[in-house]
């Protein structure tokens, strides 16, 4: 995901990003915004982000699986505020 969003963040539209948001889950935003703005591109995030209130509120894992089980889940490495998202290891782009 982190390749994609490197090769393509430059390209977004961040209206158009933030009305197509509308018809996915806050999850799933909420992990899209805080991707792209640890990618460098979070000049395209503040309408995706001005979409969210109203939403269903509450942090997220970054990659769920990685949290199944308490037990042997790494620990989060990484708390994004403004995304309400936990992630449990740096995300990186392949080259």
């Keep these: ?10 390209r977004l539209d961040a209206e158009m990003l933030a009305t197509l948001s509308k ?5 799933v935003v909420q992990r899209l915004g805080h991707l792209l703005a640890r990618l460098g591109y979070a000049d395209r995030t503040g309408p ?5 209130p109203g939403r269903a509120t509450g ?7 990685e949290a199944n089980d308490p037990h042997f889940a790494p620990e ?15 995300p990186e782009a392949d080259f």
């Design 23 to 27: 018809m996915f889950e806050r999850p």
């Design 48 to 52: 995706l982000h001005a979409a969210l």
């Design 59 to 65: 942090w997220v894992e970054l990659d769920p699986a």
């Design 1 to 10: 995901m982190a390749t994609v969003l490197t090769d393509l963040g430059g």
């Design 76 to 90: 989060p490495v990484e708390r994004d505020k403004q995304w309400r998202v936990v992630a449990r290891r740096v």
